[in-house]
């Protein structure tokens, strides 16, 4: 009788073991929640981080601003980048396009890493109106600036600094250098002028993104796997000069009524290139939501 009572007692204890502990647990003391084990999640993020690193890949910037005719200030502009790239520590490879003049203003591609593209946009604004702060008025008998120290001030070349479209993470580089070219079209004018409105702005600036695009694609694959210099570049480009954006479609995007259409070079730098802070919305909830606890 006593046997048949501690054989009772010991199945009980192991049956209330059992439901305490968790099977394959040694001690059964201690209950597993898989709920409240923290486990890395992948995100998609992560997956494209994984698909990208390692692997080339090259940002494309599209800007317009408005320029004079005078073949000396195009000249200007055209040797100031250039000094410029070539003094960006031996960079000056990583940054390849295309710059086009017309009659009343340009438009410039550039293809490279984002940081160095920023930093070529923000050289195109160093010497345009707008970074030019105006003239405090003279007070009477204040000292008049001398012609020397007028002179050493930069002049500025450009007005109008405007980005038209951005993009990031392409794996294939459409142009090799980078080139300067004049535009020989002239406005047609009339009934056939391009006009900008706020329905078509889109579409105007990818027929002028696409063109340059597919323009030094062309010139590119005509090269093979020869080196194309600058120079080589730009006579290439002139051969093709009619499949650029023409006159017009320039024009209507640099005119008064489609600068206000796109970005300036601080609303721009605000977005994309500044620091920026993320505040979530559960961090502005008040009171605090309890901490999670199982």
């Not at 195109?124 to 204040?142: D, K, L, Q």
Request: a negative charge.
């Amino acid at each position: 009788m006593a046997a048949a009572e501690a054989a009772a007692d010991g199945a009980a204890e192991g049956t209330n073991r059992r439901r305490k502990g968790q099977p394959g647990n040694k001690d059964g003391n201690e209950v597993f929640d898989e709920l409240a084990v923290e486990t890395k999640r992948t995100t998609l993020l992560d997956r494209v981080e994984g698909q990208l690193k390692g692997q080339p890949h090259v940002s494309r910037l599209l800007f317009g601003f408005g320029v004079s005719e005078d073949k000396k200030v195009q000249k200007a502009v055209d040797q100031g980048f250039l000094d410029w790239r070539n003094h960006q520590e031996g960079k000056a490879a990583a940054l390849s396009g295309v710059l086009v003049f017309t009659a009343q203003g340009a438009v410039h591609l550039l293809e490279g890493p984002t940081e160095l593209i920023f930093k070529a946009l923000e050289f195109f604004h160093s010497i345009s109106v707008e970074a030019r702060p105006p003239a405090p008025e003279a007070e009477p008998g204040a000292p008049v600036a001398s012609p020397r120290e007028e002179k050493s001030q930069p002049k500025a070349l450009v007005s109008g600094v405007r980005v038209l479209h951005f993009t990031e993470l392409h794996g294939v580089r459409s142009s090799s250098t980078w080139c300067s070219v004049v535009h020989t079209g002239k406005v047609i004018g009339g009934s056939a002028q391009v006009v900008m409105e706020d329905g078509n702005c889109p579409d105007l600036v990818l027929v002028i993104y696409k063109k340059m695009l597919c323009l030094c694609l062309k010139v590119t694959r005509q090269a093979g796997n020869e080196e194309v210099d600058s120079a080589s570049m730009q006579k290439a480009v002139k051969t093709l000069i009619e499949e650029l954006p023409t006159v017009d479609e320039i024009v209507a995007i640099l005119n008064k009524a489609g600068l206000d259409f796109f970005f300036d070079f601080k609303e721009f730098e605000k977005v994309f290139v500044a620091p920026f802070q993320l505040v979530l919305h559960s961090e502005l909830l008040w009171p605090m939501a309890p901490a999670l606890s199982y």
